[in-house]
């Protein structure tokens, strides 16, 4: 079994910085068994027994929704995805707006 320390860093194949779940469980302040249990759930994608940053602001934006508003960790994942679609499709709408500004600005 490989062991990583906290000051280590590990590099995806897209050239992205990876954390451990002991990094992850420190800076959100939880446990490594509840950021286990998150990739158990499928709440994050690990990348074998690292992070992406954005997993690690996807655990503390839960955790912060579970305290805060009281959701439990399903709905805390629903809302994130829901936040993540509309922002999608607000950028999708603003291509699709700039796009026929260009085509009818060129009539």
């Known amino acids: 079994m490989t062991e990583f320390s906290l000051s280590q860093v590990v590099v995806s194949q897209e050239g992205e910085p990876l954390y451990t779940f002991e990094y992850a469980a420190m800076v959100t302040e939880t446990s490594?068994?509840?950021?286990?249990?998150?990739a158990q759930l499928g709440l994050i994608e690990p990348v074998g027994v690292m992070l992406h940053q954005r997993d690690i602001a996807r655990i503390a934006q839960i955790q912060h929704l579970r305290q805060d508003l009281g959701l439990n960790l399903v709905g805390?994942?629903?809302?994130?995805d829901m936040a993540?679609?509309?922002a999608q499709l607000r950028a999708q709408n603003q291509a699709y707006q700039s796009l026929l500004d260009r085509v009818f600005k060129g009539n």
């Open 84 to 86: 993540q679609e509309i």
């Open 76 to 80: 805390a994942a629903m809302v994130l």
């Open 32 to 38: 490594t068994t509840l950021v286990e249990n998150f």
